[in-house]
């Protein structure tokens, strides 16, 4: 029997960050943040000077990539290339956009398959992304997609960014957020899109612990 699988996906800003961290505590289970591997290899491409546009080159760096997940005593989860922290160059607006670019691109996608599977390990796995409960983990014993509108999820992004000290503006943050989305659901491999079997929670007017609990009360009912 493979070890277990519960799959959080949706775009970006809609809590499936918090939720399957959230999650991954409770359960004691392992946790895959896929985006981040996309997000890595965007940020080695800018690193190493390769064109986002060459698929070619962008295949063989993210089938070479050296990343490496370790928790800080916060137990917050830093993200190492070639064993620098790199964790705040990922989550920066560029690196979101380069992000989206490389995963658009099919043989990236495919370069990076076994390295998520690798993650499913007992006690158990939950996994955040796009396409966790669609291509990577199809036979996921629990899958989530949650969503909540573009505005709702720049002005969360907004507050995010603010609270971090940075500057930013709120009308941008939306625009990219739109683009983004565009892209991830109009790619021709693996779009963003709930699997037939996903829970889909819209968390526009929820707050994100009434999210957590009726993710509970599935995960309770599962067994
Ligand atoms: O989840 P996160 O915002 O960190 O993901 C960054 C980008 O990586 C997304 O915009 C998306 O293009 C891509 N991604 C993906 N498939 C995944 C996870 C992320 O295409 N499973």
Redesign the pocket.
């Known amino acids: 029997m493979p070890a277990p699988v519960i799959t959080v996906?949706g775009?970006?800003?809609a809590g499936?960050?918090t939720i399957s961290h959230m999650l991954s505590e409770h359960l004691a289970w392992r946790f895959l943040?896929?985006?981040?591997?996309?997000?890595v290899t965007?940020q080695a491409c800018l690193l190493e000077g390769v064109a986002l546009a060459d698929s070619a080159a962008v295949t063989q760096v993210a089938r070479h990539l050296d990343v490496d997940f370790k928790a800080d005593p916060q137990g917050e989860i830093l993200v190492f290339y070639k064993g620098q922290d790199v964790s705040r160059a990922?989550?920066s607006e560029e690196?979101?956009r380069a992000?989206?670019?490389?995963?658009?691109i099919a043989s990236v996608?495919e370069a990076l398959l076994q390295r998520?599977r690798d993650f499913r390990q007992l006690p158990g796995l939950v996994a955040?992304?796009?396409?966790?409960g669609t291509?990577?983990f199809p036979d996921a014993t629990l899958k989530f997609f949650l969503t909540a509108s573009a505005a709702e999820r720049a002005e969360r992004r907004y507050r995010q960014l603010l609270a971090k000290g940075e500057n930013v503006s709120l009308p941008r943050l939306l625009e990219d957020i739109k683009e983004?989305d565009a892209?991830?659901s109009s790619?021709s491999v693996?779009p963003?899109l709930p699997a037939e079997d996903a829970i889909v929670i819209d968390s526009t007017a929820t707050p994100i612990a009434a999210v957590f609990e009726q993710v509970m009360k599935e995960v309770t009912a599962k067994g």
Do not use: T
């Open positions: 996906d775009p970006s800003g499936k960050g943040d896929s985006g981040a591997l996309y997000r965007g990922i989550r690196g979101g992000a989206s670019k490389v995963a658009a996608r998520q955040d992304g796009r396409d966790m291509v990577v983004r892209r991830d790619r693996a963003l």
